[in-house]
């Protein structure tokens, strides 16, 4: 006799944490399979005939309102199933909300919303309480549910004191095998109250299940067809599994080199022949260790797409040719362009052996949500969704070990490789120390910064949404356009920025038609090599002023002991777990919470949170997979994603382009790197031209949360400008 694997389905409405809970699901009934749907996916006719193949249901928390079907779905039909089609059901958050409502409940606003707090709960430590002692558990909502009649019974609350008073946080159905938590039991900072629930709601489903003599139906592949294969199902390899290819071998010779300066290094390979593209990816401050500064052939290729498109735009030196996606969408056809150029015996040392090097916008994401973008953006924002160059050879800098790395991809390349080393030791390092004066007048651009009032504004309609349980956090940004005298070149003004705010995720990219500059301190993904991939998200949520007297230990106390600060960043640790967990499956942990890093002019609260790849993977694609399923960076949007991107879509007022997308390289060897585009400034070449004026874009912003107060925002997002409106020769901007 086989024995069946308890089989799940779990139910989404669209939320950022729903892989959490399946994988706290996976955690809590030890082989399960589990299956997830969307709430609008099927009608409960259709859902019904497959419920008979599953052991139990769970149904996930999400934005909006249980009164509302467009936000529920067939959420609210499922309780309502007769006798005979019975089956346990656990929901969470709007799940519970629904619970109770569709039982005679009553469906309330807090008048403190919670998002992101830590509550303890009161339990009397019967059903799916048992066993359980003090319970701390995380809650996001607006709405909570009042049972009126008999039929909900309540088993938990949280005492908000003046806030709210007393609030319902777990209940059961008196007949039916139904039981749902308010708070979120798969968050990272709730305790015993999440396995623990849920080992419990197993048991007795399990129970309930052998009383009623309940046997399940075999899930035939016309169900499995209907539902999906069960989570977790990394996409098989864009590339045919019968193509063989055989890997380039990497080049590579290295060279120590005291006092090997990245500025220098730069200008002996050209980048003041402002007519061709250059590449710097620059670890300008820690935790950044290695600079990677690409050395383009005439005949790199460049590869740009626009949202929209249905071919990629391939550019070789003066030749341009268009390359169908043929139904495919552009993540596979670069994915196939990364499996065909795979090489191998590159130095294990270094994170980059050539590859692709460039940007991919914040609406690339947007779209990847199914989010609608702005019907005219191609008039008004001429910047490539997707701008890469294939890079063969390239220059690494260790900045930690002072080596330098040489590297080809090309064969027989040994006359560059030879010529390169010489010019590197003829280099006089020590006299181009980058923190040397150099004399850049630079004169001061025009300004014109976000209005005050129309900003404010935007923060109090955020907050709207927050209070009507649409989103628990909205990260609202703007753009400040800059009018500029063309005195610098854009490597002159690189060089300012670096000077003024090095950051470990610093960047010059000039890449036809846009120049991208960077002093980012936010790594939004990185992968190391298959096999054994580890990916690495190190979302930052908390920004202080550095200042006299602000010592690390006032910015500790300003963020990680403020309740505000932590729940921001608490929420996109949960968001980013969830995103990992999606490709990742079970291995995702957080390696560091909440922990004050010092960079040049500010303090951020930085957490980190990391996953292995599945064990035996060979694919060098998977990291690409998870940068596909995680755009845009949830630091830039809020939670949970899909609502809170389509909010800011209306909120906000222009494409945000190139700012809030990622910027990095995905290596030939199958590691990757991608930065979070903040403390940046762009421009277009249509711009660089005849006039004498330059236009360039910053943008900034912040999380905004039911506590933010909105002026302290309006300064935040001028703190943020700051540090990159000072390669600008701009006035400070009143804060
Ligand atoms: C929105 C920006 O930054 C984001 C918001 C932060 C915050 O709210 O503290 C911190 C880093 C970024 O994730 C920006 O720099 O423009
Ligand atoms: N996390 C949730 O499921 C939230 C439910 C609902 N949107 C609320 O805010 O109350």
Wanted: aromatic share 8%; net charge negative; with cysteine.
């Amino acid at each position: 006799m086989t024995i069946q694997r308890p089989r799940l389905l779990l139910i989404d409405s669209y939320d950022s944490f729903t892989f959490n809970l399946a994988a706290l699901c996976c955690t809590a009934i030890p082989d399960c399979s589990i299956h997830i749907i969307k709430n609008d996916q099927l009608t409960i006719d259709e859902l019904l005939p497959l419920l008979k193949s599953f052991d139990a249901v769970i149904i996930g928390p999400g934005p909006g309102s249980p009164d509302l079907p467009e936000d529920v779905g067939v959420v609210k039909d499922i309780w309502n199933i007769s006798e005979r089609d019975l089956l346990p059901i656990f929901g969470v958050c709007l799940g519970f909300q629904s619970l109770v409502i569709e039982h005679g409940g009553l469906l309330k606003r807090l008048k403190v919303v919670k998002h992101g707090q830590v509550s303890q709960i009161i339990h009397n430590g019967s059903d799916i309480f048992k066993g359980m002692d003090r319970v701390t558990a995380v809650r996001y909502h607006s709405y909570h549910a009042e049972p009126l009649s008999k039929e909900i019974e309540p088993l938990a609350w949280a005492d908000d004191g003046i806030e709210n008073g007393s609030i319902l946080m777990a209940g059961k159905h008196r007949t039916s095998p139904f039981w749902g938590v308010q708070y979120h039991p798969e968050s990272v900072l709730t305790d015993d109250g999440g396995l623990h629930i849920l080992r419990n709601f197993w048991s007795l489903a399990v129970e309930w299940s052998q009383k009623q003599g309940r046997c399940l139906s075999v899930l035939d592949p016309a169900a499995m067809e209907i539902i999906g294969p069960s989570w977790p199902n990394p996409k098989p390899s864009a590339l045919s599994t019968s193509y063989t290819r055989t890997a380039t071998p990497v080049s590579t010779s290295v060279y120590e080199l005291p006092g090997a300066n990245v500025i220098s290094v730069c200008e002996m390979l050209g980048v003041d022949d402002h007519k061709s593209p250059f590449i710097l990816l620059d670890s300008a401050a820690s935790p950044g260790r290695f600079s990677i500064i690409a050395s383009l052939l005439p005949t790199s290729i460049q590869i740009s797409y626009y949202i929209g498109d249905v071919a990629v735009t391939l550019k070789s030196g003066n030749t341009v040719w268009h390359e169908p996606l043929a139904g495919e969408d552009v993540w596979s056809w670069i994915s196939c362009f990364m499996q065909l150029a795979e090489a191998r015996d590159g130095c294990p040392d270094v994170p980059f052996w050539g590859g692709l090097i460039g940007t991919l916008s914040y609406e690339v994401g947007v779209h990847s949500l199914d989010v609608p973008l702005r019907h005219n953006r191609r008039e008004v924002n001429p910047h490539p969704d997707i701008n890469l160059v294939y890079v063969q050879r390239c220059l690494i800098l260790d900045t930690l070990t002072s080596k330098v790395y040489i590297q080809s991809l090309l064969p027989d390349d040994s006359t560059w490789m030879n010529d390169m080393s010489n010019k590197l030791k003829k280099l006089s390092f020590s006299s181009l120390n980058t923190k040397a004066p150099f004399n850049l007048q630079c004169a001061p651009a025009q300004v014109d910064y976000p209005d005050r009032t129309h900003y404010i504004a935007k923060i109090e309609s955020a907050q709207g949404f927050l209070g009507s349980g649409d989103s628990y956090e909205l990260c609202l940004t703007a753009h400040t356009h800059l009018s500029v005298p063309r005195s610098l070149s854009t490597w002159e003004r690189y060089k300012l920025l670096r000077r003024g705010n090095p950051a470990p995720y610093s960047a010059y990219l000039r890449l036809h038609p846009s120049t991208f500059l960077s002093s980012s301190p936010e790594r939004f993904l990185s992968y190391s090599r298959p096999p054994d991939s580890l990916c690495q998200l190190r979302p930052i949520k908390g920004t202080m002023r550095k200042g006299p007297g602000i010592t690390r230990a006032c910015a500790e106390e300003a963020l990680r002991g403020s309740r505000k600060e932590v729940a921001e960043n608490l929420m996109i640790v949960d968001l980013i777990r969830h995103d990992l967990h999606s490709v990742l499956g079970l291995n995702v942990y957080v390696h560091q919470f909440c922990e004050i890093e010092e960079y040049e002019s500010v303090w951020q609260m930085v957490s980190v949170i990391e996953g292995h790849l599945p064990g035996g993977f060979q694919r060098n694609d998977l990291g690409w997979e998870v940068l596909r399923r995680s755009l845009p960076p949830g630091s830039m949007t809020g939670a949970p994603k899909k609502r809170s991107v389509e909010i800011l879509q209306n909120l906000e007022d222009e494409d945000r382009s190139l700012y809030s997308g990622v910027f990095g390289y995905w290596c030939v060897g199958g590691g990757g790197d991608w930065s979070v585009a903040i403390r940046s400034c762009f421009k277009h070449e249509l711009d660089n031209q005849d006039s004498k004026i330059e236009n360039w874009v910053i943008g900034a912003g912040g999380a905004i949360t039911a506590l933010s107060d909105p002026q302290a925002e309006w300064d935040e997002m001028l703190l943020k400008l700051q540090g990159v409106l000072s390669a600008f020769g701009a006035a400070k901007p009143r804060c």
